[in-house]
């Protein structure tokens, strides 16, 4: 089946620095990936969509400047939480979505910044 | 009114129970409904698709859904303590392109053996 890592499964940083989180698809090619935030007890809330070769769709309230997606190529995309502050700290979820357009779900990155 | 909303529980069963959870939506338009399983610090898995109105089964599970009530269901049949998790639906008005899908809160489910 289709296989979606991601990488760190976990960071610790303090308030203020960055912090790049990896995606990729191990077994397929993914055009399309998407960001999830996942605050405890709450429901996956799409950050932004990353189109590879082109600039990420954000959705309303996320900042693009905070957030930066870099879909390099067709099995990696990252997400970068610049200057990243304790309330930030989150679960973040990454997906692939192989040709039949379905979405297969990273692990997950826990982020707590200090 | 949130789009998709889903009883956070928790749920807690003996094992070999029948488990039903469920969700409503406020968006006609959606027109796949997804279930998702994720276990505790991982990302969710699919578990299981419909598109508009009707039935699914596969194994223990079968999911439904009412259109007309926006009302969606997933049932788990002789339910194990590996179903232990939470289960998430979640929905789009079409599939894949840049279509995003609308999840719930989830559902956390324990399964007592």
């Known amino acids: 089946g289709a296989v979606v890592s991601q990488h760190p499964s976990w960071v610790i940083c303090k308030s203020g620095t960055s912090v790049k989180i990896e995606c990729r698809s191990l077994d397929f090619q993914a055009t399309t990936m998407f960001w999830y935030r996942q605050f405890p007890k709450q429901s996956l809330m799409l950050m932004a969509t990353s189109n590879e070769g082109s600039k990420a769709t954000y959705e309303q309230g996320v900042e693009k400047d905070k957030f930066l997606i870099n879909h390099a190529s067709l099995t990696l995309s990252t997400l970068t939480v610049t200057s990243a502050h304790p309330e930030d700290s989150s679960f973040y979820i990454c997906?692939?979505?192989?040709?039949?357009?379905?979405?297969?779900f990273g692990p997950g990155t826990r982020l707590l910044v200090l | 009114q949130k789009e998709v909303e889903q009883d956070p529980g928790p749920l807690s069963v003996p094992e070999g129970a029948i488990v039903s959870l469920n969700c409503t939506y406020s968006?006609?338009?959606?027109?796949?409904f997804m279930w998702y399983r994720q276990y505790s610090r991982k990302g969710p898995e699919l578990l299981m698709y419909t598109y508009s109105s009707g039935n699914k089964e596969d194994g223990r599970f079968t999911a439904q859904v009412d259109k007309s009530s926006k009302y969606i269901s997933l049932f788990i049949r002789d339910s194990q303590p590996s179903d232990s998790a939470t289960y998430l639906c979640?929905?789009?008005?079409?599939?894949?392109?840049?279509?995003?899908?609308?999840f719930g809160k989830g559902t956390k489910l324990t399964v007592n053996p």
């Open positions: 997906s692939a979505m192989d040709i039949q357009e379905t979405q297969y």
């Open positions: 979640a929905m789009s008005s079409s599939w894949g392109g840049s279509e995003k899908l609308v």
């Open positions: 968006n006609s338009a959606f027109q796949y």
